[in-house]
Structure formats: C-alpha cells, structure tokens
C-alpha cells in the first residue's frame, strides 16, 4: 500500500473504533455523525468520503463475501463446480469466524435486534451481495446456472451461514472460539451435503 492508502486505512479503522465505542457507551440513535468525526478526529464532511451513512460503519466488511468469491473463482480448478467454490470460501476465509467471534459482533447484533435503521441496511446489503454472487457465478459457470439457479443456489448458501452464526450466538455453552468456529462451519458443510455430492 502507499502512504496515502495507508493513511485512509487508518482513519478508516478510526472511524469505525470510534463510532463502535460511542455506540456501545451513548446508544446509537443518540450518536450522530459529527460524534464519531469528532472522535476520530476528523471533519464532519470529511466523514462522507469514507463511509456514506452511520449504518454503514456497522457493516465495514460488507464487500469481503465478494471479493473472498472473485479470488476463488480466479484460483479456481477445472473441476470446480459453484457449490466448491462457496464452500472454499467458507471453510478458508474468515466470514464466518467474524460472525461469530469478531469483535463487532455483540454490538452488531444488539443493533440488529433493536434498530431499524441498522436492520434495512443490513438487508440491503445482504440482498446486494447475494445478487453480485449471483452474477458472478451464473457468467462464471454458463452451463450450470442460469439467473434462477444462481440465485437459488447463493440464497441457499447465505441462508445456511447466517443461521449457523446466528445458532452459535444464541448458544450458551462453553464452547471455545475456535470449537464455535468449527462447529458452524461443520453444520454448514453437513447442510450442504446433498449439494456437494458428485453424479
């Protein structure tokens, strides 16, 4: 990275610390924009050029699905079918550990529970990435999956990481990080199974 990539990495990352700790301590409906610009030391205006909205700073990471998809299907072998890619993704990249065991993710859901605002956009972005998948994956594979079946398939697959993580949130056992990492994504696999399984 340059300088200049750095710098805004940093005052991105600031950003965002600075608006998790004024959420966790003053709410988030009380939190206003001018608030975390403060903090992080910052202009109000120059806010805007980094995030486009306070629902947003929930939400930082909301491209990695995309981009840890776009990497598997540039690696990806022959014989990989779509299925095999998502599930590379799953089982090598991280999302499903920053669902469970990130930092954000108590916050993240209290706010998903409470504020609407915060809900919409989750579903927003929820819905954009799983049509961006979609897209990626039906010109990706043109003898497979047509627009319904892509769409199908990655709703499929969405569905099973987003009630996996939530299933291990809601658990109350002493399970360590790792064992609650595990656990999600072997639950997730063993959903998948029937998807998985070659003609």
């Known amino acids: 990275m340059s300088l200049r990539e750095r710098k805004r990495a940093r005052t991105r990352q600031a950003l965002i610390d600075a608006a998790m700790d004024l959420f966790e301590r003053n709410g988030y409906d009380e939190t206003t924009i001018a608030d975390i610009a403060a903090a992080a030391e910052i202009g109000t205006r120059t806010f805007f050029s980094y995030f486009a909205s306070k629902e947003e700073l929930v939400f930082p990471d909301a491209e990695s699905r995309v981009q840890a998809l776009l990497e598997a299907l540039a690696n990806r072998a022959t014989d990989d079918r779509p299925i095999d890619l998502l599930v590379r993704v799953l089982l090598d990249g991280g999302e499903v550990s920053d669902d469970i065991i990130g930092k954000l993710t108590p916050l993240r859901m209290r706010l998903l529970q409470t504020v609407p605002a915060v809900q919409g956009r989750a579903l927003q972005i929820q ?5 961006r998948i979609a897209e990626i994956l039906a010109e990706s ?11 199908t ?3 499929a697959f969405a569905g099973a990481v987003r009630g996996a993580s939530q299933a291990m949130l809601d658990r109350t056992d002493d399970l360590t990080a790792e064992q609650r ?3 999600a994504r072997e639950a997730i696999v063993t959903t998948l199974a029937p998807l998985l399984k070659r003609d």
């Open 127 to 131: 819905f954009n990435a799983e049509r």
């Open 181 to 183: 990492i595990q656990t």
């Open 153 to 155: 398939l990655t709703s």
């Open 141 to 151: 594979f043109p003898d497979e999956l047509d627009d319904l079946t892509a769409r």
